[in-house]
């Protein structure tokens, strides 16, 4: 059977506060083979590393994410809804978690989060970082903005790439390779079982999102998809174990 991949949902993020380091060391500390993290700009146009385009849900600010320089937003609290007892987590920037991934052999999976602003250069901004440090082989982008990720590629094409999408898409390891991508990155409600061993069958991953419940985690790893994409590391890892003895 094939090996399945867990990468950690914007880190451990079902045990963690969701994109802050201590969720993505938390995902290293459990075993995981990969992150999932977020990207946007900041007002003065660091890589910034947040879900959602507004401050409000994560953290203890209020309005857009594109509106507060970094060293404004480094001062806000991340702990979203965790108690946290010990340093209140903060909003990393890119170029952190990278000076981290340094540190280990984690695969990264990038999402660029430009459909609602269109954030000019992110692009440009992540492949800087990501060939600064070394790590084009260890990165993964992806988006539901495709224009976005062939954009990507045509500026880094040693970097991977993989369309984001939620609905159900025909043969999509056709629309894949038409964009010049590897894998696929579809919400777990739009893989069964036919299309994720079609997909890799034409060569193309399937690392589907968010795979969280035990049922659906053992149907993944028993037809030995690629990859899932899941808030609990922890979890996932040891029903691995326990579906590959």
Excluded at 169 to 194: C, T, V
Aim: one cysteine or more; a negative charge; charged letters at 25%.
């Amino acid at each position: 059977m094939a090996f399945t991949q867990i990468f950690a949902h914007r880190g451990s993020a079902g045990t963690h506060p969701e994109n802050t380091m201590s969720s993505f060391k938390e995902a290293e500390k459990a075993g995981a083979d990969g992150i999932e993290l977020d990207v946007q700009l900041s007002k003065d146009g660091e890589v910034v590393v947040i879900h959602d385009e507004t401050l409000d849900r994560t953290t203890n600010g209020k309005g857009f994410v594109k509106d507060f320089t970094l060293e404004e937003l480094k001062k806000l609290d991340a702990s979203y809804k965790f108690n946290t007892f010990f340093k209140k987590p903060r909003i990393p920037s890119f170029r952190e978690v990278c000076e981290w991934l340094k540190t280990n052999e984690l695969l990264c999976n990038v999402e660029l989060k430009n459909g609602v602003f269109p954030y000019p250069q992110l692009e440009e901004k992540v492949i800087a970082l990501v060939r600064e440090f070394g790590l084009e082989n260890r990165i993964i982008i992806s988006s539901f903005n495709h224009y976005s990720i062939v954009y990507c590629f045509q500026l880094a094409p040693e970097i991977e790439i993989a369309p984001l999408y939620s609905e159900g898409l025909f043969m999509p390891w056709i629309y894949a390779q038409s964009i010049r991508g590897k894998a696929i990155h579809p919400n777990q409600r739009a893989a069964p079982d036919e299309i994720v061993v079609s997909s890799m069958e034409n060569g193309i991953a399937v690392r589907p999102y968010t795979v969280n419940k035990k049922e659906d985690m053992i149907r993944l790893f028993n037809i030995g998809c690629s990859a899932i994409i899941t808030d609990y590391p922890k979890k996932a890892l040891e029903l691995r174990k326990q579906t590959n003895e």
